[in-house]
């Protein structure tokens, strides 16, 4: 019972840090316009703006599942993000780049300061028109 009783006290801290996954992970859509009608609702649409996308780059070094970000002293250029229909925490750059060159310079810096695999991502971002 001893044992039971240690287990749980050092399993707890877990379960109360554990971040519940959001409904929209069990139940993507195909596009946004055409997916289903959740059970008993009706989906909403998204909000427009008068915006153009643009093609920014970020620099991740890791992708950690099953590791806690927080007590490690990763680089100050970088961040961990939470995605959580992953599991995952994705070390990344804090900054975006618009010139992908820039983005280049970033990796190499953090690949020679011993981030090995550093790579670059492309996301989409909106500007105003």
């Given at each position: ?75 100050e250029k970088l961040v961990a993000r939470w995605r959580p229909c992953e599991q995952v925490w994705v070390v990344e ?37």
């Amino acid at each position: 019972m001893k044992h039971l009783v240690l287990l749980f006290l050092l399993t707890l801290p877990c379960w109360l840090k554990a971040q519940p996954r959001p409904a929209y992970c069990d139940d993507l859509p195909t596009t946004y316009e055409k997916g289903g009608t959740p059970p008993g609702g009706s989906r909403q649409p998204l909000p427009r703006f008068n915006t153009a996308s643009v093609t920014e780059y970020k620099v991740q070094v890791a992708i950690l599942r099953n590791t806690d970000p927080h007590g490690y002293p990763f680089h100050e250029k970088l961040v961990a993000r939470w995605r959580p229909c992953e599991q995952v925490w994705v070390v990344e750059s804090r900054e975006s780049f618009t010139d992908r060159q820039a983005a280049e310079r970033l990796r190499q810096e953090l690949e020679n300061l011993g981030y090995r695999g550093a790579y670059i991502t492309e996301l989409v971002a909106f500007q105003p028109n």
